[in-house]
């Protein structure tokens, strides 16, 4: 398929180009046993402040008021119209 | 792999109109007008912006006779694209093979409301497009007997050209469209729509969707294929729990990797807000790649904020907890209390759902360039114009200077009515100063989702002595949908609360519905079907639950439920019926008895199957359409579960391209058996578990169900048209698993099946 096509190829330039295999030229048998190359799962290192969150119950108070007028305005414009469209 | 479908040769029922009265009292149903106002309302007049019905807004043919229709919903897979245009042609009389079909840019005030959701296209827009369809086709033959100066009475479009009938003579559609666009548009009072009788392609089931050759060819343009000129990529580190921000971040190591040309914060909005961008850390590179690796290199501190301490299994205790007790009551018949303290037996079922992630194929994707006060977006989006609306405010600027153009959709399930995306791609470009595309990768599909409310619904059925159902009291518990709009939201919105709870079909004089609390701790999202997932799976289990402790055919107990044909009243007041009025779209137990019998019927219900398989049934009315399913299930000694055979038979009032109501039928079989059996995301500190389709598998072409028969109720153009795309999958799940039952003596009561099969 195209896509995955052009994804293979696109994968293929940028493993060279990041020099990850010290290609000596000789042909090599693929690896066995996994096929991820452990690509896109985030930043490598993230870290999160100590937490003093509450326990998520069902009838806690969640969510901020504090947003901008704009955001505020989007909100309750979209409440609104779910209100009528439901969705 | 063996399937079919059927429009079945049944007698029409009429639509039934004697309230409470057993049987129903036959009265005629609204018959369309061939003048061009439609006999039913449906709520498209609601909708932002409404609906548009003029033919230059739709319409335009060139002198070689192409004819150009425009789409203005957004194609992902149930083949709008194809049936909206395929009405106006049909009403028009243009020949197929040569008109072609071209995608609207978002602009609701041009085009009318353009949120393809709620399974809404064909039902709000049949109308209209038939009206666009006949006023052009009548200025194309009010053209034509001006120029053989003929009274207009006597000349016909057929087929691409409009005929005189005295003389024979005939002109094309080229040769007439420059004078055709100089006709005044005419007036939906005087439209002659055509008698159905007549239909080309409506209902007919004859018209490939007009993507299929390029789709199948690698053509097609999805979000991912919009390439332009100085075109940056990104990817985005985004906050892992909602609500929390970015403290700081090192990109020492992103900057070195080849092609990271630079890394920028992205701003965030406090949560909820709408759908603004969780924020994060931006890598732009110049390519793709480039940017993934940039971003595997950041070094990031989050701020976890007020939901680091959401974690599933806390959270399900405290939803079963709260399904135990009284909540707010949303419906109330008769005395439900009373009733269940004198029943002769109390049946209870507790059922549990939980979260579930679009994981759409097509994962988000969108390319903006803004320029100075203007802005112009690549996207896969549902909601062209809300996204346009979004983009302007989010900019600060006018909504007339931003363009959205819609690709193909790599798949939707209500995840691309969210446009964050495309707004995360506008703050960049403009950040940039060069058009930018942003890439979700699957785990930033599945982790940062507007998620599938998790659920616990408990159901107490109270019966007599002689095993009939006097009491029912149904309690859904649920994070609503309207937490992504507004703090503190506990309660299910109207709309959430019409789909499967307050709507229940069921003759039985006493029921009472309740909302407990439920707070949310993530975003939560519209997703196929809604919370008429949940709710089908815990009613249509409680059936044959009751069916199984009273020794009754489950199909015989759901039909002693539904009770005789009659339009139901609910009793609940203003109650949300998908945007609908009642009037054309009521309750109806006699349309919901015959998709049951008719599945029964062509599903061949009962009959004998080999030791190991067992049979289901299930029915649910959602987004106006009534769906019945049977399921037969096939498991081994090892709990290995397949799938020999489903049927599904749909009311869903007029239709126009029962080769699309297959298609989705058979797609919402498939996602229906992805879901129960595997389909579950999870929190733990607030941050999702799973990332990709190693941990959120779906089923794959061994594990589909081999046979799967569509049957479509017939129905002529008096019935209002009603939702196809989603209605599949409510049932799916509730038969299977009580198939699961038939054939192991396992009740399923928690999804996904998991494991739970492999102690049977």
């Known amino acids: ?87 | 792999m063996y399937k079919t479908f059927a429009i079945e040769k049944i007698s029409r029922r009429a639509v039934l109109r004697g309230l409470g009265i057993t049987g129903g009292l036959v009265v005629a149903a609204p018959v369309m007008s061939r003048r061009g106002m439609a006999a039913y309302v449906t709520g498209a007049g609601k909708m932002p912006h409404g609906t548009v019905n003029n033919p230059r807004v739709f319409v335009a043919i060139t002198p070689d006779g192409m004819v150009t229709i425009i789409a203005h919903r957004s194609e992902m897979g149930t083949g709008v694209r194809t049936s909206l245009p395929m009405i106006v042609a049909d009403e028009m009389e243009a020949d197929w093979t040569r008109v072609q079909v071209r995608q609207a840019p978002g602009d609701e005030v041009k085009y009318g409301n353009q949120d393809t959701d709620g399974s809404r296209s064909t039902r709000h827009y049949l109308i209209p497009m038939r009206q666009v369809g006949a006023a052009a086709r009548m200025m194309l033959e009010a053209a034509a007997a001006k120029r053989w100066n003929v009274p207009v009475t006597e000349v016909k479009a057929v087929g691409h050209e409009v005929v005189h009938s005295g003389t024979g003579r005939k002109l094309g559609y080229g040769e007439l469209a420059a004078d055709a666009a100089a006709q005044p548009v005419v007036a939906v009072a005087d439209l002659r729509l055509k008698d159905p009788k007549d239909f080309r392609y409506i209902g007919k089931g004859r018209v490939s969707i007009v993507d299929l050759h390029d789709i199948t060819t690698g053509k097609a343009m999805y979000g991912s294929d919009t390439r332009l000129p100085g075109l940056k990529y990104a990817v985005i580190a985004r906050p892992p729990v909602v609500g929390g921000k970015l403290v700081s971040f090192d990109a020492t190591d992103a900057m070195k990797v080849p092609g990271v040309e630079k890394v920028i914060e992205v701003r965030g909005w406090p949560w909820p807000s709408k759908f603004q961008p969780l924020g994060g850390v931006a890598v732009i590179a110049r390519n793709t790649g480039a940017a993934i690796m940039g971003r595997d290199a950041l070094k990031v501190v989050w701020d976890d904020g007020a939901n680091a301490r959401y974690d599933s299994i806390a959270y399900r205790a405290e939803l079963e907890d709260a399904a135990r007790k009284p909540g707010l009551v949303v419906r109330n018949n008769g005395d439900p209390e009373g009733a269940l303290k004198s029943a002769d037996k109390v049946i209870v079922g507790e059922y549990y759902l939980p979260h579930l992630a679009h994981a759409s194929m097509e994962p988000p994707v969108a390319t903006a360039r803004v320029t100075g006060d203007k802005a112009e977006i690549w996207a896969p989006v549902q909601s062209p114009g809300g996204t346009r609306e979004d983009v302007a405010k989010t900019l600060g600027i006018s909504p007339e200077n931003v363009t959205v153009n819609v690709t193909l959709l790599g798949g939707g399930f209500g995840r691309k009515s969210k446009c964050d995306f495309a707004l995360e791609a506008a703050l960049l470009s403009k950040a940039v100063g060069a058009p930018v595309k942003v890439q979700w990768t699957r785990e930033d599909d599945v982790r940062h989702d507007f998620y599938h409310t998790v659920s616990a619904e408990r159901i107490e059925a109270g019966l007599d002595k002689s095993g009939k159902v006097i009491a029912w009291r149904h309690r859904s518990v649920a994070p609503t949908i309207a937490s992504t709009f507004a703090a503190g939201a506990k309660h299910a919105a109207p709309f959430e609360l019409g789909m499967g709870l307050v709507d229940l079909p069921f003759d039985i004089p006493n029921i009472r519905c309740e909302n407990p609390e439920a707070s949310a701790y993530t975003r939560i999202g519209w997703f196929r079907s809604v919370s008429n997932i949940p709710r089908a799976f815990a009613v249509q289990s409680m059936v044959a639950e009751i069916a199984q402790q009273t020794g009754r055919d489950p199909k015989d107990m759901l039909l002693d439920l539904i009770g005789p044909a009659r339009i139901v009243d609910t009793g609940v007041k203003d109650m949300w019926d998908y945007g609908e009025p009642l009037d054309s779209y009521p309750i109806d137990a006699g349309r919901l008895r015959k998709v049951v019998e008719l599945v029964a019927d062509k599903g061949n219900w009962g009959r004998s199957v080999p030791k190991g398989h067992g049979l289901g049934i299930a029915v649910h009315r959602s987004f106006v359409s009534y769906i019945a399913t049977i399921v037969e299930v096939a498991v081994d000694g090892k709990g290995k579960l397949t799938i020999p055979r489903v049927d599904t038979a749909i009311d869903c009032g007029t239709f126009v391209n029962p080769e699309r109501i297959q298609s989705q039928i058979e797609g919402a079989a498939i996602m229906g058996l992805s879901l129960a059996k595997y389909g579950e995301v999870t929190f733990k500190n607030g941050r999702t578990v799973q990332g990709n389709f190693d941990d959120f598998p779906v089923v794959r072409i061994d594990e589909a169900p081999i046979v799967t028969n569509v049957h479509i109720m017939p129905a002529g153009p008096d019935v209002p048209p009603s939702g196809v795309g989603e209605p599949g999958l409510p049932p799916f799940a509730p038969a299977l698993c009580n198939a699961i039952f038939a054939a192991t003596g396992k009740r399923i009561r928690s999804l996904p099946i998991g494991k739970q099969l492999e102690s049977t």
């Open chain 1, 1 to 87: 398929m195209k896509k995955s096509s052009l994804a293979i190829a696109a994968a293929s330039v940028f493993w060279c180009s990041a020099g990850f295999a010290a290609d000596d030229g000789t042909p090599k048998p693929p690896t066995v046993g996994s096929t991820q190359p452990h690509l896109g799962n985030g930043p490598a290192v993230e870290k999160s402040l100590p937490s003093s969150a509450p326990s998520a119950t069902t009838t806690a108070q969640t969510g901020a008021n504090d947003q901008s007028k704009a955001v505020k305005s989007m909100n309750s414009e979209a409440k609104a119209k779910i209100d009528v469209e439901g969705k």
